[in-house]
């Protein structure tokens, strides 16, 4: 009896109430910070961001093509996650663009970026992303846990300093705080 009663408790200390329409959520999905979120794929077809990135780490990049510092790290951000998606690690980019235009973000996205997702220009969620993460200045990179809780605050700086040229030394340093 004691057995049953603790894989049940386990069991359930694995799932919450969820903020959306379904009744429960696995807490190892993007449910919390994205329930309900449509993600622009490279291909342009929309994607639950609830099912794409499950189980992946996730990384918000806020950028635009104005600003000549995003023009400058986005090579070096496509290269880390180039590099990181060659050796099989489970990774994902969120571009989270402030272009002026929806022309504007999708130029920069198709001609600069890597084969990350995108939020769709004006969707409601880029404000709340702003705000949530107290983003100031682009090029903003953090990466997330499932619940939003921010577990890289300045990753820009980590892709710049170390990421171009070890990717999976800065991939397991991540880890251990992903995971800790």
């Not at 057995?3 to 386990?10: E, V």
């Not at 973000?105 to 409601?124: M, R």
């Amino acid at each position: 009896m004691q057995s049953k009663l603790f894989r049940l408790f386990n069991t359930v200390q694995k799932i919450s109430f969820s903020p959306t329409n379904s009744l429960f959520y696995s807490k190892n999905k993007m449910s919390q910070v994205l329930a309900g979120q449509k993600i622009i794929l490279k291909d342009e077809s929309k994607a639950n961001a609830e099912e794409y990135l499950n189980d992946k780490v996730v990384g918000l990049y806020f950028s635009a093509m104005w600003c000549p510092p995003c023009r400058a790290f986005t090579p070096k951000l496509k290269k880390f996650y180039e590099d990181l998606k060659a050796a099989g690690k489970n990774f994902e980019v969120i571009f989270v663009s402030r272009d002026r235009t929806a022309n504007d973000l999708k130029e920069y996205y198709n001609d600069h970026h890597g084969e990350w997702t995108y939020l769709e220009f004006g969707d409601p969620k880029i404000d709340e992303f702003l705000s949530k993460y107290e983003v100031k200045t682009i090029p903003t990179f953090r990466i997330i846990k499932p619940d939003g809780t921010v577990v890289i605050e300045d990753a820009r700086t980590e892709v710049q300093e170390k990421g171009v040229e070890n990717a999976l030394a800065l991939w397991d340093e991540w880890m251990g705080k992903y995971n800790a």
